[in-house]
């Protein structure tokens, strides 16, 4: 960034690299290694302090002095004022436009310009928010975590895991996907894919929200979305996830550094707010729909793994009556199933004797009316109109 010239940048860079040496010293038992951290944090440093001289020094020559130069020159004499003339001017501009200049482009855009000081603040705390909380080095999400999903899996495998895998084959017209799109309802497994891919990639995970890439700030979202794929770069190969990419609408990234593999897979509960260049550079749209009756039984096994399960109970039967529920749907019947023989158990007891009661006694076997009634509190979040507009997006734009 130094070497650029965007020495703004560069100097958060240079601040969260200190940092982070910081924390590590404090984890070093070893001496000597110890010691040779704390001189690459010296050189750092010292380095740091260079750059921001050389920006202060720049600065200088920012500065306008060309109305104290014209001043110091004798030769030059300066105008009469003319107060009348100006008044005139004035009124006149006035009685033309009927309205100040400034209050229609205060109304055309209420953002305000950043400060600089308040720019490197945003992006030094993004810097550390996404390092701490977006950057997964390794997710731990597997295939056979997931539910179902087959043609889903078979089709990222293909246009994300293969090319990681097989380089040499992956050239020419077989290039890898610059992008892949997830469309489908809320709560079918979206995110658990990605992280899946991942996984199977051996590649960094950068999980993003579309409200960790917005700033208040007029400007700063392209910021951090171009500092995202700079960090991506950094620890490539990696994988970006974003979330609730229609809310960013057009905001892309950049192809700069092809060298550095970084691909990027998207979801969405709205396709259809996505406009027509995003949608193009998101070349793979693929459709992730509600389990079917074998990915609902799966689902309710995976879900039911630490929780004891009365032996009347059938999977299959319980998977038949949630028809139409999305993986989130299903994982909620189950959480309240597991825990109505709590609820009866503790009904009109005060708090010190539910305080009292043995774990033995509070977890007890799910029971086939436990999801019954489970069933009948928890309603699922997908109508069928909704089910026809993702469909009939897909049989559009859709690419799989």
């Not at 720049?58 to 001043?71: I, N, P, W, Y």
């Not at 700063?220 to 229609?246: C, G, H, N, Q």
């Not at 009948?376 to 026809?388: A, F, G, I, P």
């Amino acid at each position: 960034m130094a070497l650029t010239g965007n020495y703004d940048t560069s100097g958060v860079y240079y601040q969260s690299v200190v940092q982070q040496i910081h924390r590590l010293l404090a984890s070093i038992a070893d001496a000597t290694r110890k010691a040779k951290w704390q001189l690459v944090q010296h050189q750092i440093v010292q380095e740091f302090e260079k750059v921001k001289a050389t920006s202060n020094t720049l600065q200088l020559f920012k500065v306008d002095t060309h109305g104290e130069r014209l001043l110091e020159n004798r030769n030059v004499r300066p105008l009469k004022n003319q107060p009348k003339q100006q008044n005139r001017i004035s009124v006149r501009r006035s009685v033309t436009t009927g309205k100040r200049p400034d209050a229609k482009i205060a109304k055309k855009d209420d953002r305000k310009a950043p400060k600089k000081d308040d720019v490197n603040k945003l992006l030094y705390i993004y810097i550390n928010v996404a390092e701490r909380d977006i950057v997964q080095k390794n997710p731990n999400i597997h295939w056979d975590d997931i539910a179902d999903l087959h043609e889903a899996k078979r089709l990222l495998e293909e246009a994300v895991v293969l090319p990681m895998w097989m380089p040499d084959f992956f050239k020419g017209i077989r290039r890898p996907w610059k992008g892949v799109l997830m469309v489908g309802p809320p709560g079918t497994g979206k995110t658990m894919l990605a992280k899946a891919v991942a996984t199977e990639c051996g590649t960094t995970f950068f999980n993003v929200s579309s409200s960790t890439l917005t700033s208040k700030y007029r400007g700063e979202s392209e910021k951090l979305v171009r500092l995202l794929f700079e960090m991506a770069r950094f620890y490539a190969p990696s994988t970006i996830f974003i979330d609730e990419i229609d809310s960013l609408c057009s905001r892309r990234g950049s192809d700069e550094d092809p060298s550095k593999v970084v691909m990027v897979l998207a979801a969405t509960n709205f396709p259809w707010d996505i406009d027509e260049a995003l949608r193009r550079r998101l070349e793979k749209r693929i459709y992730i729909p509600l389990p079917n009756h074998e990915g609902r039984e799966a689902l309710l096994k995976i879900n039911l793994r630490e929780v004891k399960v009365d032996s009347s109970v059938n999977l299959s039967d319980i998977a038949r009556k949630l028809e139409g529920y999305s993986g989130a749907d299903i994982t909620n019947v189950c959480r309240d199933a597991s825990m109505m023989s709590m609820r009866k158990k503790i009904a009109g007891l005060k708090p010190d004797q539910i305080r009292q009661l043995p774990k033995e006694e509070l977890d007890l076997p799910v029971s086939a009316a436990d999801f019954d009634e489970a069933v009948e509190r928890c309603n699922k979040s997908v109508s069928q109109e909704d089910l026809e507009k993702y469909e009939k997006w897909m049989s559009e734009f859709g690419s799989s």
